[in-house]
């Protein structure tokens, strides 16, 4: 299990400033541009970030250097689930997929 604190490290290192990591579209919320699209995924050293949910990180199982779950619980729109990832490195990016729709992949990049 790793905390909140080392994926911040590890997700940073190589790019001292990144704070997020996110898709087109997360990177332009972060930046604070208008967003036209509901496919929004940002990953914070604490949380994952949608259109329309967030989700706190609870614990990360695996090496987040190979491959590994990160469990979070999340709430948006009324709700509250718990719900995971996989996550793993594809070059400098990390690809990212919810563990019950490993179909949905989607590629993020230090957002700066």
Not at 36 to 50: A, G, H, K, M, N
Request: with cysteine; hydrophobic share 40%; proline share 4%.
């Amino acid at each position: 299990m790793r905390s909140a604190l080392t994926i911040l490290l590890v997700l940073g290192a190589g790019t001292a400033q990144a704070q997020a990591w996110g898709d087109e579209a997360g990177c332009q919320r972060v930046r604070g541009e208008q967003v036209l699209t509901d496919s929004v995924f940002i990953l914070w050293p604490d949380r994952i970030e949608r259109h329309e949910s967030n989700c706190q990180i609870k614990e990360i199982d695996g090496d987040i250097n190979l491959r590994a779950v990160i469990t979070v619980e999340c709430s948006g729109e009324g709700e509250t689930w718990d719900d995971q990832y996989g996550i793993t490195p594809v070059g400098d990016d990390f690809a990212i997929w919810p563990v019950g729709s490993p179909e949905f992949i989607t590629e993020l990049r230090p957002c700066e």
